[in-house]
Nanobody
Framework: QVQLVESGGGLVQAGGSLRLSCAASGGSFSSYAMGWFRQAPGKEREFVAA????????YYAESVQGRFTISRDNAKNTAYLQMNSLKPEDTAVYYC?????????WGQGTQVTVSS
């Protein structure tokens, strides 16, 4: 069973930056791809970014392309989401996700609030 714990959220002004972390335990971290999702109040959870198990390929939602960067450190069992040029519409709870062994694992989420 995989456990995921996000951290790094907070309150930031528009144009600012945050770096989120997702620490994984209980599995073989380097064996699975990882993704970041977010959910704003009253909206459905949406895809933000993903990275392959080796980190060689990354994928982004159009809304964050060029502003966010996903990365991972397999030696630390941790994935990151660097968020730059933040906008008020980026305000949401951010979750990391892993699909491993046919199961879907999610962290508890970390709140990101961007003030205008």
């Amino acid at each position: 069973q995989v456990q995921l714990v996000e951290s790094g959220g907070g309150l930031v002004q528009a144009g600012g930056s945050l770096r989120l972390s997702c620490a994984a335990s209980g599995g073989s971290f380097s064996s699975y791809a990882m993704g970041w999702f977010r959910q704003a109040p009253g909206k459905e959870r949406e895809f933000v970014a993903a990275i392959t198990k080796s980190g060689s390929s990354t994928y982004y939602a159009e809304s964050v392309q060029g502003r966010f960067t996903i990365s991972r450190d397999n030696a630390k069992n941790t994935a990151y989401l660097q968020m730059n040029s933040l906008k008020p519409e980026d305000t949401a709870v951010y979750y990391c996700r892993v699909v491993a062994g046919g199961y879907d694992y999610w962290g508890q989420g970390t709140q990101v609030t961007v003030s205008s």
